[in-house]
């Protein structure tokens, strides 16, 4: 029997006519989630398909990560509207597996589970004076400016110094500078939460220094990305004509990477450009500082348990292997005084109770999305039922695209195990989901719910001149859900 007409049997008989469809469920409702169950509901026209969520909203990193100023990026949420919106589909938020289900639950509940959550923490340095007041990772820092309601009563110190440093410099780290640097009449028309526009236009920063283990070929970061940052009005950038030296090593990269050679030109011209700028009064400074790793956070003498600088250990770059060169502390170090840090080196996965997970790479162990339990030699078995997508199945690399390539691997993957007839009993799907959620007093908020506060926001944005308003509380947004 040929592939092709052995999943068109199966479809078949997982078909909406048949009297044991396919049930499945997906935890998380970012890119990874929504492009997942796209191609599931096309795959397979019998499956039923439930997204969750721990929040009341919808689209994950879309609505919570994508920066205010990047409307054009906010675009995917059209797409995975009509995809909640689809009649063998449904949102369900408010939902918290691990603690209002368990994942053993779930896959009692549905033939197929695919977790999709993301990575909801954040990687650590590990030196000292990490944990004082003032350092913030980048994601707590973005999901306070996009309205997050687990982080909007953070009240992040932009008035002690003019001065913050970003450590690392890739795509995040650019985000916040930019948002940090960028005039905030500009901020205005954007979706950026009240709470935080306020906070910036007081801010006394206007230095702002990004700082990279290595050389700025190296950098982590896009063209687009940097040319943005590059135009921000009234910006002073600063680059020590020392750290644009490049070396033999240096060269043979950039002859690789057509990507590398352009943004260390950027970086160049920036540089070039900066000594001939005219001197202005409330011009603000970018710093991209290469060639330094943080070695310990420093404490305030006024301000106890307060961090008031990074010291920082020069680094040389060292060659291993074929074109990759790694950056070696020198033994040098140097202080740079600042109020705020903020750490962009990464975010993280966590597991939940019942799920293999590999804490060294912060991700599920999987071969092709299926989740394995355990590795024997070249054998590895897995988990029947049990998938993952996104972040959590390759680490918090990419773009949004990304992930539907990804969720193309995992769907393909799940049809393949359709196929071989893994599962030919029946399961109680969304029905069963329900009446446990009900027993447990959990105040999901289907799609309807997310449209009414889709359209409150709204609303109170037109108020404002702005695209939306958002709802930036637990109580807020549920109560809206419920209006």
Not at 18 to 46: M, N, Q, W
Not at 230 to 241: M, P
Not at 427 to 440: D, P, T, V
Request: with cysteine; net charge positive.
């Amino acid at each position: 029997m040929s592939r092709y007409l052995a999943r068109y049997m199966v479809s078949r008989y997982f078909s909406s006519a048949s009297s044991r469809p396919l049930h499945v469920c997906i935890v998380g409702s970012g890119p990874a989630g929504f492009y997942t169950a796209d191609k599931v509901l096309k795959a397979h026209e019998g499956a039923h398909v439930d997204i969750i969520d721990r929040l009341p909203t919808p689209f994950g990193l879309v609505r919570s990560g994508v920066a205010p100023d990047h409307p054009e990026t906010k675009i995917a949420i059209n797409q995975f509207s009509r995809v909640a919106q689809h009649e063998r589909c449904s949102f369900i938020g408010n939902v918290k597996l691990g603690s209002d289900l368990s994942l053993s639950e779930l896959r009692d509940l549905y033939h197929v589970v695919v977790l999709a959550y993301g990575a909801e923490s954040d990687k650590d340095l590990g030196i000292p004076g990490e944990s004082l007041s003032g350092i913030y990772s980048a994601r707590e820092f973005v999901w306070w400016y996009n309205g997050h309601p687990d982080y909007s009563c953070l009240k992040p110190d932009l008035k002690t110094s003019d001065s913050a440093v970003i450590l690392g410099q890739g795509n995040v780290a650019l985000d916040v500078a930019r948002i940090l640097l960028r005039p905030t009449t500009e901020l205005a028309s954007t979706d950026i939460a009240t709470h935080a526009l306020s906070a910036l236009k007081e801010s006394s920063i206007r230095k702002v220094y990004l700082i990279g283990r290595r050389g700025p070929v190296q950098a982590a970061l896009t063209a687009k990305e940097l040319r943005e940052v590059l135009g921000i009005k009234n910006l002073h950038i600063r680059i020590k004509q020392t750290d644009l030296s490049v070396t033999p090593a240096d060269e043979e990269e950039m002859k690789t990477s057509r990507a590398r050679k352009r943004i260390y030109e950027l970086l160049s011209k920036a540089a070039a450009a900066a000594k001939t700028s005219k001197a202005d009064p409330d011009q603000r400074e970018l710093h991209f500082v290469f060639f330094r790793q943080p070695d310990q956070f420093l404490e305030s003498d006024e301000r106890k348990g307060h961090v008031s600088g990074v010291n920082l250990q020069k680094t040389i770059l060292e060659s291993v292997g074929t074109g990759k060169q790694i950056a070696v502390g020198t033994g040098e170090f140097e202080d740079l005084n600042c109020s705020m840090v903020l750490k962009a080196i990464g975010y993280k996965s966590v597991p939940v109770n019942g799920l293999p997970f590999d804490h060294k790479k912060g991700v599920v162990p999987n071969v092709k999305g299926r989740v394995v339990s355990h590795t024997s030699g070249d054998i590895s078995q897995t988990e029947p039922g049990l998938y993952v997508c996104g972040w959590l199945k390759r680490g918090p690399v990419g773009i949004i695209a990304t992930n539907l390539y990804c969720a193309e691997e995992t769907v393909g993957s799940i049809s393949e195990d359709i196929e071989e007839g893994v599962w030919k009993s029946s399961k109680a799907g969304s029905k069963g989901l329900m009446q446990l959620l009900e027993k447990r007093k959990v105040k999901k908020v289907e799609f309807s719910g997310w449209e009414k506060i889709d359209a409150k926001e709204k609303q109170m944005g037109i108020e404002r001149n702005k695209p939306r308003e958002k709802l930036v509380t637990w109580e807020d947004l549920l109560a809206a859900a419920a209006n």
